[in-house]
């Protein structure tokens, strides 16, 4: 097996902006120098390293992410915090939905965290559907195919405590901006949110109203950019209590609660 500096060193000669990081991770999760090679190989080519070894870190969690799906980002673990408060806050029974699942990461985070919780992740993409339920399944998510609040159960319809969404949110012409590792190796449909990158945010407010219970809450995540927009956006549904989130300096999503105790 070669050593931590010489497989650090192939990663920032390839352009890695974390190698020592990655070489630690790497050489710790690889079986054999074979598979090492041919995994340094498909990083040097600029594949995200959570695609080489099939998993991702999110809020403390190791969720499984396979090629072609959305790699959870750390940006995001503000907003599942959040959503856990609210969630162990609520009085049972405590319905959580997370609707453009991907992978299942925030699903999960709030089934592992509160077991008694009925929590239902959906997403169209049957790539992202297979790893939600690898990651799911053994914590008793329910794992739907469909689009945005389309395959709810009508019992979970005015229901649900906690609504989460990380919708694709990226303005259609600020793709070609995106780093390489997304721009090609992430589904299209996973990033882009048409002209202002509100176009899936807007469809999940207008369905939240009728999905949350009295008092129940909705979490999108936005750039900064777009919170002032996405907070009219749920004020406009009927919202209460309408607020950004941040994550230290940053707003990384905005969120509503539906009138009610
Ligand atoms: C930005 S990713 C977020 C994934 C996951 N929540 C995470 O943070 O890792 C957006 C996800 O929304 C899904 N998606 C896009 N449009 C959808 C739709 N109309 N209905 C259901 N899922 C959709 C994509 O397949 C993708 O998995």
Not at 229 to 248: C, I, M, N, S
Request: with cysteine; glycine share 8%; proline share 10%.
């Amino acid at each position: 097996m070669p050593s931590a500096p010489r497989v650090a060193a192939r990663l920032a000669a390839a352009g890695c902006i974390a190698p020592d990081a990655e070489a630690a991770l790497l050489l710790a999760d690889t079986p054999g120098d074979d598979v090492l090679d041919a995994r340094l190989v498909r990083r040097e080519a600029g594949e995200p390293l959570e695609h080489i070894v099939g998993w991702a870190s999110f809020a403390g969690r190791r969720v499984a992410v396979s090629p072609g799906v959305f790699v959870p980002r750390p940006r995001s673990e503000a907003l599942v915090a959040r959503a856990l408060d609210l969630l162990a806050a609520a009085p049972p029974p405590r319905v959580a939905v997370d609707l453009c699942t991907g992978s299942g990461a925030l699903a999960v985070v709030l089934a592992a965290a509160l077991p008694d919780a009925r929590v239902l992740a959906v997403d169209d993409d049957r790539r992202a559907l297979d790893d939600a339920r690898r990651n799911g399944a053994p914590l008793g998510v329910e794992v739907l195919e469909g689009d945005l609040d389309a395959p709810l159960p009508p019992d979970v319809r005015g229901a649900v405590a906690v609504l989460t969404a990380i919708v694709p949110y990226v303005p259609a012409d600020e793709l070609r901006y995106l780093p390489a590792e997304a721009r090609e190796h992430e589904p299209r449909r996973a990033l882009d949110g048409g002209p202002d990158g509100l176009d899936l945010l807007r469809r999940v407010a207008a369905a939240a109203p009728s999905l949350l219970r009295p008092g129940g809450h909705v979490l999108l995540e936005v750039a900064a950019h777009q919170a002032a927009t996405a907070t009219k956006v749920l004020e406009l549904v009927g919202l209460a209590r309408v607020a950004v989130g941040w994550d230290d300096d940053e707003i990384t999503f905005v969120e509503g609660s539906a009138p009610g105790p």
